[in-house]
């Protein structure tokens, strides 16, 4: 049974540019939440999609968008990288908006 | 606003010795309380996970403490090995109103374990 599963595994975009990575949900999940985790902190929400919708969103601007396909796979957008955006970008998913979480292994995006 | 603080920053312990890592909460609707474990370049691992209906919970060498009073939470690791070094999280959520089990975590504990 695979894990939850994300590509790129590295990724490096020049500051302005736009980004698109993917997520696979463990089977069986139909729920994905994205998170941003930095350097020595601890993983921030970004949003959470159920049923191929945004169902919450964290403190993140509008620059960071998403989708949730019918087969539960999910994408995160990000447009006009800033420096700052650099981090390790986290899937997550789970049972049901309220079940337990895995995540997968991460996309680490590089800004120059 | 930090709503769940974790301590220590960083925690060195001999090998079988016990590794404590503490985490407090300021918002009483969370109902859901797990660890994760991450090693470096990989994604957070679920360890265990309380609810607040019992104090304690113990898988293996991982046993969780809650004191709902306090607000507080633990994670005991008895028998601490080599292997076990690694980046400790706290998180907490819950699955009313409109959270739809989004997890807010703490700052993270990196602990070593000296064989």
């Known amino acids: 049974d695979a894990g939850v599963t994300q590509s790129p595994t590295h990724l490096i975009k020049t500051r302005g540019q736009q980004v698109t990575l993917r ?6 999940h139909d729920t994905v939440s994205w998170y941003q985790q930095a350097l020595g902190q601890g993983p921030q929400f970004i949003f959470q999609y159920y049923e191929e919708e945004e169902r919450q969103r964290g403190n993140f601007p509008d620059r960071f968008s998403g989708h949730q396909f019918p087969n539960y ?16 970008y986290l899937c997550a998913s789970s049972h049901r908006s309220a079940g337990k979480q895995y995540f997968g292994p991460g996309t680490r995006l590089t800004v120059t | 606003q930090q709503q769940v603080k974790q301590s220590p920053q960083s925690l060195i312990v001999q090998k079988g010795g016990i590794s404590i890592i503490n985490c407090a ?11 994760y474990q991450q090693f470096p ?8 996970a309380i609810r607040p209906d019992v104090s304690e919970k113990k ?3 991982f046993t969780i403490s809650f004191n709902k009073s306090a607000k507080q939470f633990s994670l005991h690791i008895m028998d601490s090995q080599p292997g076990d070094s ?8 819950y699955a009313g109103g409109t959270s739809y089990g989004k997890l807010t975590f703490g700052q993270g504990t990196i602990l070593t374990v000296h064989p």
């Open chain 1, 73 to 88: 796979s999910s994408e995160l957008n990000v447009n006009a990288l800033l420096l700052g955006d650099s981090a390790l």
């Open chain 2, 86 to 93: 690694a980046t400790y999280f706290c998180a907490a959520s």
């Open chain 2, 41 to 48: 370049g990989k994604g957070p691992a679920l360890l265990i």
């Open chain 2, 59 to 61: 898988e293996g060498r």
């Open chain 1, 23 to 28: 997520c696979s949900p463990k089977s069986g």
């Open chain 2, 25 to 35: 909460y300021e918002n009483t609707a969370f109902d859901y309380f797990p660890w």
